[in-house]
């Protein structure tokens, strides 16, 4: 009989990682959904949802949300491919436009709102530059609760300067493997830039064009302290409500039920993005 | 280009050179609207830093200062004393330091192990694993910090750092399972190999010839997995009362903090994190790239 | 005593067969290639022997120790990799030390091992320095020395030469067979460059689809081919087939090739049971004479027609063709027959080697091997 040497070595490996994730992330997913479908004696009820669906808040928190995020994703992914492709240019100092253009990596939601807060408030640097160029004759109150619109747009340029970078990298990533060979070729046979990119880069970025949008678009519907510190109460979104009912108004079932809407909102996402955007492996081959 | 239809020797010597010239005129042209987009967007990206780092230093009067002035008008620690001095910034700021290290240290115990075995054996269910720690990615913080909240009260370690950082590692844990298993796989497989040949352990063999090579990469994805935890707000904030988080801290008072507070605790959260991004810049590449597989 | 033995081994990767029950005997200091194509199991088998993989069935004896269940480390062997796999973040003479550092030798026996190595390849002033800083070719010399410093009789080589451009490989072949033959190691040897198998090997054995297709020295390998692979693979260029239906009359046994005859020499039983059925002439390029001419003569020579010549310096290698088939030859390089002559073959009988047309293994004995025709 031959000795197994080390069969079990593998598992042996991972079983840490499968009991952690076992306990802080299948059993929570569970325990929220039971959660979400009790009331607040306990009991099995779809009351909670009812409470949900029925605030007063509900409609323009997942108004808002989506419309962050329908807004963030494009111009978020316009840039980032901007971004990817000066990189990938391989312009003198690369190394250093990447740096730059990966600042806001280290940058918290939290750190990201204040600083666009110090933009758009009523003495900040926006009013300042319009004034200067004289487009305002006084600082227009951007920050103003009854103009949602001013409010959105701080939250969607706020969270577009955050998470660029991860998506910028990714993208580069992408590109990187891109073999050389297929860009020489396209130059070869007349390809202009733009024709290029069409035609030869975005195709072949696929794959990572897909996981980047599918991730992104998974975090968008978590924002939360980027609202509160550009909006305060002005502006609300499903992750702020599911904290309101949990921290102010004390009820767990509720938070519960926001947070399996926003975990609904991802996945229906994801499966929307698998389908329009399929990845065809063979693309590389 | 199709101008070409005679052959070269018909073309008179002193024509082609204009040509040329064009040629690389346009080169040049493209080439400096390259260098323009990217300085934009270099400035995109710095000028907000700058704008609340101004801000920051200067004296809390001063804050209120409008119009704004590009150029500082007087530089002062005066905001920063203000926020630090601030009832529980401090040891929030503590707090966080050591959520994010016990995150740090907690994620790469159990992570880098499972990362290796990914990166060396092959064995039934591998696929399956990397797709289930692939999808745990997917899932939103806030469907795991409630749920996780009430769990925690139960077992008597809420409002603790550890609850957080117990939190943040279920957080980082794919990341640091996918990242290091990538680094493990940049190493050659038969390095191990010819350490066995030579008389080593397996064990013997991973001391001392993978973990050498593949620490920088680790190195950078702990660092990663810290400016991750030193970042969070949401779990931090639902997970803690009293002992916050300082981003937690931060969240909580902001609304009714004053603007230099705001400004100051801004710059506080973002340093840390720009220097450290530096430190591992030449890694951010690697790093994302293997996330995506 | 190192000699190595193989019994019955077989390596199984899900349902394939990787080795597939292989016998076979290395004598002590014997240097045994295992030759054949990519997948044929031969980097398998090697791995198996040094424990890195390990096998379904069989046994494996090192030097009268049976190691089928000891892990690499204590089967006491050598091995070199094809990348070199030197390790990148020690110096030189820590990579050669390497080895010796694990048996926990003294700092000075360390030393005067690591200087004798890199001494018998080279290497000596590039000890302080880091794999980095080294040719290519320079790293491939660490790895042979991190293997001979361990003086462990049996060294395992896994296509060394490989990733050597063409030139440092020629010099690099004779280098280690002398180097091998110096530190009277047994040594088992990878490639699949027959040219170096050839060149190096005292035996070879050719592999073919996980099993051991033939093990000889060389010459008989390369003038007595077991089957219609091995004779195909071995030489260049590969030796050529000829189908002909084997005839008999009064003078003998013979076939009838392109409007002449080729008779047989071989006067064995075995050939005499295939009369009247179709038989594989080999016989490789060397052994056919071309001589100008069309057969007119009617002396029974073989025809044919040349299509290209190739002048190789040392000779000119000419491509005839002959009905539908095709086959080489080589002339004098001042040959004057060139292309679309008609030309007319001398086959040496004596060099035939006759294989069974369905099976394509060798029938009768082993064709006489004249020194006076080395292979090119």
Known sequence: MRSQRLGWAPYALLLPSLIYMAIFFAAPMLQSFGLAFQDQSGAWSTASIERMLRDAQFQRALFTTVALIVLIIPIQFALALAMALVINARLKASGLWLYVFALPLGVSELAAGIIWFNIFTERGWLNTILEGFGLVERPYIFLNPQEPFWLILAVVLAESWRATSIIMIILVAGLQSIPRDYLEAADVFGATTMQKVRRVILPLLRPSLQVALILRTILAFQVFATVIAIAGRGLTVLAAEAYRWYGDLRDVHVAAAYAGLILLLSIISTILFLWLLPTREEQLA | ?293 | MAEIRLERVSTIFGKVHAVDDVDLTIANEEFMVLLGPSGCGKTTLLRSVAGLEQIHAGRIVLADREVTDLPPRKRDIAMVFQSYAVFPHLTVFENIAFGLRMKKMTGAEVKRRVEKAADLLHIGELLQRHPAQVSGGQRQRVAVARAIAMESGVILMDEPLSNLDALLRIEMRAELKRLLREIKATTIYVTHDQVEALSMGDRIAVMRAGKIVQVGDPLSVYNAPADRFVGGFIGNPPMNFLSAVLERDEAGLHVAIGGGRVVVSDLSSELASHVGREVVMGIRAENVEVRPGNGAANNGAVTARCLVVEPLGSHNLLTLSLGETQLKATTRPDDPIGPDDDVMLEIDPRRVRWLDAESGVAIGPAPEINSATTPA
């Open chain 2, 1 to 293: 280009m199709t101008a070409d239809a005679r052959p070269l020797a018909a073309v008179p010597p002193e024509r082609a050179p204009l040509r040329r010239r064009r040629a690389g005129r346009q080169r040049l042209v493209g080439r400096g609207l390259l260098y323009l987009v990217a300085a934009l967007m270099a400035l995109w990206v710095l000028l907000p830093v700058y704008m609340v780092t101004v801000t920051a230093f200067s004296p809390r009067d001063l804050v209120f200062l409008y119009p704004k002035s590009f150029i500082p008008v007087e530089i002062s620690t005066d905001s920063l004393a203000f926020f630090a001095n601030a009832t529980g910034v401090i040891p929030a700021l503590w707090r966080s330091v050591q959520v994010a290290i016990v995150t740090l240290i907690i994620s790469m115990v159990i992570g880098a192990p499972a990362g290796y075995a990914i990166a060396r054996f092959a064995f039934r269910g591998r696929n399956a694993y990397r797709l289930l720690i692939l999808s745990t990615r997917a899932f939103p913080i806030v469907i795991l910090s409630i749920p996780l909240a009430i769990a925690f009260i139960q077992w008597g370690i809420y409002d603790t750092i550890w609850a957080v950082a117990l939190m943040h590692t279920a957080l980082a844990l794919p990341f640091t399972v996918l990242i290091t298993s990538s680094i493990f796989v940049s190493v050659p497989r038969e390095l191990e190999e010819a350490a066995q040949t030579l008389g080593s352990t397996p064990v013997g063999a991973f001391f001392k010839v993978v973990l050498p090579l593949a620490l920088p990469g680790l190195a950078a994805a702990a660092i990663f997995t810290f400016v991750l935890s030193w970042n969070e707000v949401f779990a931090a904030v639902i997970l803690t009362l009293r002992e916050r988080t300082l981003p937690a801290l931060v969240l909580t008072v902001l609304t009714q903090s004053p603007l230099p507070f705001r400004f100051a605790a801004a710059f506080f959260m973002l340093a840390p994190s720009l220097i450290v991004i530096f430190f591992i810049r030449k890694y951010l590449l690697g790093l994302w790239g293997r996330v995506v597989k």
